[in-house]
């Protein structure tokens, strides 16, 4: 017999298990949770959805028929849907067995736009909010994007940025977002400050650091973004400067930026600690290595007596050293420097310690981090893999030489230990960086007035380390086809090879008084001879035709100078070419030598060889003061080896880039009726230059100044035809000079102006050229 007392229990407990598991998915369990937790499901009821399917819906339960719906898999449930991003609202709960799932469905995104927005285009924008991918908008994630928004345009420098959104429901019922930006001025670096810099100057400092100040072009180049991380960085940079400058003591203590909301800009105010200076002693090398001949090993040290001192000097001799030590068949050789400290005469005395290190092999090699760049490019820059012999100094030569390829913003190496004692496992962790150049410049040139290039660059081509560049070129007389392309490791070996193709048309002009039409290309294998030596060999050929349409001037061409006539000319080439890069910095050196030595043999419709050869040397004129002295010699000859005489077509063509002042082919014997340039067949010449940056003008405008001096000897002319007497009455031209070097974005460019001293008759000079700036 049922007791009444119970049956009305239960009427009124049903209810109750139904309130309490609802009232879970709001606020936590009031009534009836322990027999929710008791209830078994064999029944779930999904509703309120339109566009999400109930099996999607019930996908994302954590629970399934016939389990338990206790209160923590309720809670992990509503957890789950919410996540999806898909519901604004979802209730769960319990009405006897069955599992009742009610949402309401997030709106429908139809599209993302944006307004105000000038710093950063729509494209860019797009990448960085989720809305746009998801399909459906919440709260959640509208205010997730519109943080994203501000925090990108605070690190770009804006940092009075405002981001709201403004939702406009479409015809169909979806939402258009509408992000809307409020960019504020732009903020910028008023000024930054150094203190403690008694022997290093605050304009050298700002030239090395990555924190720029605001000046008139900051609006074009962006680089006085005030960003924490980079304020990190110069710290250390100043620090290694220092390191490397005779400073082994100095610390830069802090590094502080206080914000001005009047000036909208930001205040860097660096301390410096530089300790004293201190220059190299006595230098030596010793090896408790039997076998090991410390004597063929003294050329690898970097580091001379006499010499500042510099802690990168010092890694880079233990590197060499330890590489040197491998090439003799002592793989495991451990080199430490050991630096006696000399207070009294400010020395410091430096013995290489050339080891054997603990027998350990390389394990395994793991590279993270390239998206894009093979693993076998990094790898073959170590110089060593899985199951060599590990070497320290060996490692850390193989991360300068990842470094160096330019292809990756950071280059972390490390160590973690492996299966066994004797082995190792190497962890290299790279952050790749744009390797490509695509763009449009202009520019004027002096010798062939405006001109502009459309070019395409990349110098990790499909990410396996191949240079490639196709650029087209005009000028106000021609237009330049050319093609580069360049793989560092032919057939896997330390062998480069590469191709370079042309097509160049230039029309006659005042400056040009032949047509030319040629087409070309040629084949190149470098390979290197020592560390700083390198040789390539090139082959190629190339079709020329030149027209002269206007009389007289036709004498080089055959004719009488009574009607215009053209010619064809075939030549194919060998030959080879020697670099010694000997600077310590490629792009802006301040010392070592840089020389090149090249020799070509021409024939087909000729028959010469021609020999170049080209250095210059770079050195400090003071510590630290930014000035830089340099000294460049050159000369070049073609010795003729047949009966004919080298055509004045292919014979050398002075100008500014011999002696400065002089116009381009401006300089040289002529001919005696026509008065054309006839070239020379050598040449000898000396410059001299010190370069400096300009006072009160900021580092970071890349703007410095040069006075300078020329002098050459020409002798030869091409061809065998008269001289006119007026443009080889002196043989020696001479110049002094001064010049503006602009760092620009499209390359140094420099403006030179100046004052011959001495030419011929009939050389034509010049006050300024514009030109671009080279080594040599």
């Known amino acids: 017999m049922i007791d009444p007392k119970k049956l009305m229990c239960g009427a009124l407990l049903a209810p109750a298990l139904m309130i309490g598991a609802t009232l879970t998915g709001v606020g936590g369990p009031l009534i009836g949770v322990e027999a929710a937790q008791a209830q078994t499901v064999s029944r779930i009821s999904v509703s309120g959805n339109s566009r999400v399917d109930s099996a999607t819906v019930i996908s994302y339960l954590s629970i399934r028929q016939?389990?338990?719906?206790?209160?923590?898999?309720?809670?992990?449930?509503?957890?789950?849907?919410?996540?999806?991003?898909?519901f604004s609202s979802v209730t769960v709960g319990v009405s006897g067995s069955t599992l009742n799932v009610r949402v309401v469905e997030n709106p429908i995104v139809a599209s993302v736009l944006f307004e105000g927005n000038r710093r950063f285009p729509d494209a860019e924008l797009l990448s960085m909010v989720d809305v746009a991918t998801r399909g459906s908008v919440s709260p959640e994630r509208l205010n997730a994007d519109?943080?994203?928004?501000?925090?990108?345009?605070?690190?770009?420098?804006?940092?009075?940025?405002?981001?709201?959104?403004?939702?406009e429901v479409t015809d169909t019922g979806r939402q258009?977002?509408?992000?809307?930006?409020?960019?504020?001025?732009?903020?910028?670096?008023?000024a930054i400050n150094f203190t403690g810099n008694n022997s290093i100057d605050a304009g050298t400092l700002k030239g090395i650091i990555r924190t720029k100040e605001s000046h008139l072009l900051s609006w074009l180049f962006k680089d006085d973004e005030y960003s924490a991380d980079k304020l990190m960085l110069d710290r250390e940079l100043i620090r290694q400067y220092y390191a490397n400058r005779g400073f082994p003591d100095a610390q830069v203590t802090s590094a502080v930026a206080e914000y001005d909301a009047s000036r909208n800009g930001y205040f860097i105010n660096f301390t410096v600690v530089e300790g004293d200076r201190y220059r190299f002693g006595n230098i030596g090398v010793e090896t408790s290595i039997p076998g090991l001949d410390a004597n063929r090993l003294t050329g690898a040290i970097r580091t001379r007596e006499g010499g500042r001192y510099s802690l990168a000097e010092l890694q880079r001799s233990a590197e060499d050293l330890a590489f040197e030590?491998?090439?003799?068949?002592?793989?495991?050789?451990?080199?430490?420097?050991?630096?006696?400290?000399?207070?009294?005469?400010?020395?410091?005395?430096?013995?290489?310690?050339?080891?054997?290190?603990?027998?350990?092999?390389?394990?395994?090699i793991n590279i993270t981090g390239n998206l894009k760049t093979r693993d076998y490019v990094i790898r073959r820059e170590l110089e060593f893999g899985e199951g060599d012999p590990f070497n320290r100094s060996i490692v850390q030569r193989g991360r300068t030489a990842i470094e160096r390829l330019g292809f990756f913003s950071k280059v972390a190496v490390s160590t973690a230990p492996g299966s066994s004692p004797d082995r190792v496992v190497i962890n290299v962790d790279v952050e790749e960086q744009s390797t490509g150049d695509y763009g449009i410049s202009a520019g004027y040139s002096t010798d062939d007035g405006i001109l502009g290039e459309v070019s395409v660059t990349e110098r990790n081509f499909l990410g396996r380390g191949q240079y490639l560049r196709a650029s087209v070129g005009a000028t106000g007389s021609g237009q330049t086809y050319e093609f580069s392309f360049t793989e560092p490791r032919f057939m896997g070996l330390k062998v480069s090879s590469g191709i370079d193709v042309y097509h160049r048309n230039s029309d006659e002009s005042d400056s040009n008084r032949y047509g030319s039409t040629s087409t070309g290309g040629q084949l190149r294998l470098g390979l290197p001879v020592t560390r700083d030596l390198s040789l390539t060999g090139l082959v190629g050929v190339e079709t020329r035709k030149i027209t002269d349409l206007e009389a007289p001037f036709t004498y080089l061409l055959g004719g009488d100078g009574s009607t215009g006539i053209e010619a064809d000319f075939n030549k194919a080439w060998v030959g080879y070419s020697l670099v010694y890069n000997g600077l310590d910095d490629p792009k802006k050196p301040r010392e070592g030598l840089y020389a090149t030595f090249s020799q070509q043999y021409v024939g087909w419709d000729h028959n010469y060889l021609k020999t170049e050869a080209r250095a210059r040397y770079f050195m400090p004129v003071l510590d630290d003061s930014g000035i830089v002295a340099s000294v460049r010699g050159q000369a070049g000859i073609i010795n003729a080896l047949g009966d004919e005489a080298v055509s004045p077509f292919e014979?050398?063509?002075?100008?500014?880039?011999?002696?400065?002042?002089?116009?381009?082919?401006?300089?040289?014997?002529?001919?005696?009726?026509?008065?054309?340039?006839?070239?020379?067949?050598?040449?000898?010449?000396?410059s001299a230059e010190v370069e400096f940056p300009i006072p009160m003008l900021p580092d970071n405008f890349g703007v410095s100044g040069a006075v300078w001096a020329d002098a050459a000897w020409i002798d030869g002319a091409g061809g065998d035809f008269p001289v006119l007497a007026g443009s080889i009455d002196d043989p020696l031209k001479a110049s002094v000079g001064a010049s503006i070097i602009w760092d620009s974005p499209f390359g140094p460019l420099r403006g030179d102006f100046a004052y011959v001293l001495n030419k011929a008759t009939l050389d034509k000079s010049q006050v300024f050229q514009l030109t671009m700036q080279s080594l040599l």
């Open 176 to 190: 258009r977002i509408v992000f809307v930006i409020n960019e504020g001025d732009r903020t910028g670096i008023s």
């Open 146 to 167: 519109t943080e994203s928004i501000r925090l990108a345009y605070q690190r770009a420098g804006f940092s009075n940025v405002s981001v709201t959104t403004r939702q």
């Open 651 to 686: 014979t050398f063509r002075p100008g500014a880039t011999l002696v400065r002042g002089f116009e381009g082919r401006g300089l040289g014997p002529r001919h005696a009726v026509s008065e054309e340039i006839l070239g020379v067949t050598s040449y000898a010449g000396i």
């Open 325 to 364: 030590a491998t090439g003799q068949g002592y793989a495991f050789a451990d080199v430490r420097p050991r630096l006696d400290r000399d207070i009294a005469t400010g020395t410091f005395n430096v013995t290489y310690l050339v080891d054997e290190g603990a027998r350990i092999y390389v394990e395994r």
């Open 66 to 86: 016939g389990d338990q719906a206790s209160r923590a898999a309720i809670d992990a449930s509503i957890a789950s849907l919410y996540a999806t991003g898909l």
